[in-house]
């Protein structure tokens, strides 16, 4: 008895913040069912589910998965050519190779590739899925037939098929909407989806009103549909490149959670972890008539406000989904439709965030075209999967475009009578054309970064602009992380244009690395091991050094060309 007590006392909180999530969870979850166009029971398991095995799976404290709506639509653009008699079953086939793509993409360390997916890209997609659900609602909320691959044509449809707009759905709908937004005023604590689909259900049915809308109808009385997956493998060739595009999906919003927890908590996430568990989740509920699921953003949130403490918070919430559903399963069948799409609309709507649309169109122009571009092929493209490669297309262009840009700076220096130190200018400096620079003083050509091939072109182009005869050139090395062999051969042809002008190079900052791949390449006997500086602690230090070497060369040979000149005089 004592030892119940004191696993109550420790799991009291997880307790209460399981149930406070279960009534965020239950209706939303069901709603999202809707998105997909099957029962709402469906994402009933899909939450039970993937719940139960992620509270064995998970490392996070706090961390809640379930259908989500990003992850609903995008299986629903993605299979709306495969509706049909076995639509269930292609979703969980579907479902299936999500999870078996996210779960090998942890294993074989490739889970990295969703860092090449731009943010930019991600805040276009949930704007465009935010602007799909709405539409894919609009027969639900307003009794308007449609259809279409996309937004323009399902729009087209709404305005000519007008007329058969349910004003009741419509009222109902709209009202469902202000109370999801106005019960939280009242009190922040409350309940809203739960309560809202509690007061519109009990409002119809008062009123008699549900006899004019779409009611959900009958809801089976199974918990558990275990369900053996038919591997077709002329249809899992028709679906491979969607799972994988949704598996992307999933761990990009799974990731976002992950991180938006860890600002909010001391909890340090463990990516891969989660990841395998997601991917797991979505292989094991496949088998339970359940569709894909990743981190939710609400359900997670309202579980690390509920004051959770463990994992185990997880398990609670399926299990207070499982007692609701048991004991109040028959009141389901009442609930309108229309209420549902009006959750499903005040998640879409929750998903806009102006003020990171404006972030995103004001930062870069690269940013913004990727944004556009995305959010455009989104609405407009009949799959979300194909939007996803679009947009990070774009985004590699937009990078490769970047990376021709090299990132080098042209420096000039001078030296006064009485300075201890150099004073370094940029080429275009307006002191630089001031200060007393001879024909004879060095140039510092300053690298910076990753320097790729992609660079070569505008490279050579700024080494030419700032070349000049018999001048010394000093090469800085020591802000480059790498630099590849193209980038050599432009440096090897500027070293040789120097010497024969009558110039040396000389390069700075090399570390150990470089210089060891310089000399099997032979650049260093080309410049010479006495013209290689290895970096110094002090920046600028070994810039300094090949200054002195090339200032004092340079003094030498005037007072050489001084002495010659005065014996040629005496001659005379």
């Excluded at 609701?324 to 998640?347: C, M, Q, S, T």
């Excluded at 944004?371 to 297309?393: E, H, K, R």
């Amino acid at each position: 008895m004592q030892n119940i007590q004191s696993l109550f006392k420790k799991y009291k909180n997880d307790m209460i913040s399981g149930l406070t999530t279960a009534t965020i969870a239950l209706p939303q979850n069901m709603a999202y069912a809707l998105i997909l166009g099957i029962n709402p029971i469906y994402g009933i398991y899909a939450s039970i589910f993937s719940m139960l095995t992620a509270s064995i799976f998970n490392l996070s404290s706090y961390v809640i998965v379930g259908p989500t709506n990003m992850m609903a639509v995008a299986l629903f653009s993605s299979l709306s050519n495969f509706q049909g008699e076995n639509y269930l079953e292609i979703i969980f086939l579907t479902t299936f190779l999500i999870g078996l793509f996210q779960f090998l993409l942890v294993s074989f360390n490739l889970s990295e590739l969703i860092k090449y997916v731009s943010h930019p890209v991600v805040v276009a997609l949930s704007h465009g899925a935010a602007v799909l659900i709405l539409f894919s609602q609009i027969e639900n909320f307003t009794g308007v037939s449609v259809s279409g691959s996309n937004v323009i044509t399902k729009g087209w449809q709404f305005i000519k098929n007008f007329e058969q707009i349910n004003y009741i759905n419509l009222g109902v709908g709209l009202l469902t909407l202000i109370l999801i937004y106005l019960i939280p005023r009242l009190k922040q604590e409350l309940p809203e989806y739960l309560l809202t689909v509690t007061i519109m259900t009990i409002f119809t049915a008062a009123s008699g009103l549900n006899s004019s809308i779409s009611l959900v109808g009958e809801i089976p009385k199974r918990i558990i549909d275990f369900n053996l997956i038919n591997f077709d493998w002329h249809l899992v060739g028709q679906l491979y490149s969607k799972a994988f595009s949704i598996a992307l999906l999933g761990l990009i919003q799974t990731m976002a959670v992950l991180q938006a927890i860890s600002l909010k908590t001391y909890e340090e996430p463990d990516f891969d972890r989660e990841f395998r568990s997601q991917g797991i989740s979505n292989m094991v509920i496949s088998f339970f008539s359940a569709f894909a699921i990743s981190a939710s953003f609400s359900n997670t949130f309202a579980n690390l406000s509920a004051g959770a403490r463990h994992r185990i918070s997880q398990f609670f919430c399926a299990l207070s989904i499982i007692i609701f559903i048991l004991f109040f399963r028959p009141l389901l069948a009442y609930i309108p439709v229309a209420v549902l799409a009006g959750l499903v609309i005040a998640a879409a709507l929750g998903i806009a965030d102006f003020k990171e649309v404006i972030k995103n169109m004001k930062t870069t122009r690269g940013d913004a075209l990727i944004f556009w571009s995305t959010f455009t092929a989104t609405i407009v493209l009949p799959n979300l999967d194909q939007a996803i490669y679009f947009g990070v297309m774009v985004s590699l262009v937009v990078v490769l475009q970047i990376s021709k840009k090299a990132d080098i700076e042209m420096l000039y220096y001078d030296k006064k009578e009485g300075d201890k130190g150099y004073h370094l200018h940029h080429a275009h400096h307006e002191d630089a054309d001031q200060s007393e620079i001879s024909a004879k003083q060095a140039r510092v050509v300053d690298l910076k970064g990753a320097v790729h091939f992609s660079a070569a072109d505008d490279l050579k182009e700024q080494l030419e602009d700032f070349f000049a005869k018999d001048t010394d050139f000093i090469i800085r090395f020591r802000n480059v992380r790498r630099v590849d062999i193209t980038i050599i051969g432009v440096l090897e042809e500027f070293i040789d244009q120097v010497q024969a002008s009558g110039g040396e190079v000389m390069l700075t900052g090399v570390n150990e690395k470089i210089l060891k791949m310089f000399r099997k390449i032979g650049l260093s006997e080309k410049v010479g091991e006495n013209n290689i500086y290895l970096p110094e602690t002090e920046y600028f230090a070994a810039t300094n050094k090949a200054l002195d070497f090339s200032n004092n060369e340079n003094g030498s040979s005037k007072a050489e060309e001084k002495k010659v000149e005065a014996e040629e005089d005496k001659e005379k």
